[in-house]
């Protein structure tokens, strides 16, 4: 599923499914990934449960870094095979470290993500936003290029992402919500990690900013 732009910059989604597992408990998931790019070079923001599939969408470009959102084993499972597969770096807030341990203790990541930071591929921006809460390195992507932000599970078309397990925090969570994501343009498209697609406009019309 892909979407062209007229100045050759392509935005392309697979869903992979799979299980999450945290604190003792095992669930099935379905998982959004998101490629973001030209026809040369694209990111992709997670890596979930199927490299394959991950790789599908890749295609024949060359694969310039592998953004991670938070560390839940849901989004992060197939970071190092994907790596493997394509020596594009690991970038992740290093808050998560904790949370990438458990799925990872063996590996590290690459490069550390950082707040405000500017990543550029394929000719569009995209800003890092440091939003702790549903996990304490959660960061979002905005690109106001795409008028898009990718958001993980920091925020989905009906509220805030979880906050009932370890290393999460219901308080923070709403905090970077209004502070950092209600500010952006009404009409930004928010992409999450999990499920539909919604905007700023109708999250913040429906928590009150
Ligand atoms: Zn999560």
Do not use: Y
């Amino acid at each position: 599923m892909g979407m062209s732009h007229s100045d050759g910059v392509r935005l392309d989604h697979v869903v992979t499914s799979g299980t999450f597992s945290l604190d003792g408990e095992t669930h099935e998931v379905d998982n959004n990934v998101w490629v973001i790019g030209n026809e040369e070079e694209c990111v992709v923001i997670d890596a979930p449960h199927d490299t394959e599939k991950i790789l599908d969408v890749v295609g024949g470009r060359k694969l310039a870094a592998i953004l991670c959102t938070h560390a839940h084993d849901d989004h992060v499972r197939v970071a190092p095979e994907l790596r493997e597969a394509t020596g594009a770096p690991i970038l992740l807030h290093p808050d998560e470290k904790p949370l990438w341990e458990l799925t990872h203790p063996d590996l590290l990541w690459d490069v550390d993500l950082s707040d405000d930071q500017d990543l550029h591929v394929g000719g569009i921006k995209l800003t890092v936003i440091h939003t702790p809460g549903h996990a304490p390195g959660a960061v979002c992507f905005f690109a106001p290029d795409l008028g898009a932000v990718f958001t993980g599970d920091t925020l989905f078309q009906g509220g805030p992402g979880a906050t009932g397990r370890s290393f999460s925090d219901a308080e923070v969570i709403k905090e970077s919500i209004r502070t950092r994501l209600f500010p952006l343009p009404d009409d930004t498209v928010v992409h999450t990690g999990h499920g539909d697609d919604t905007t700023i406009g109708a999250e913040a019309e429906a928590l009150g900013r």
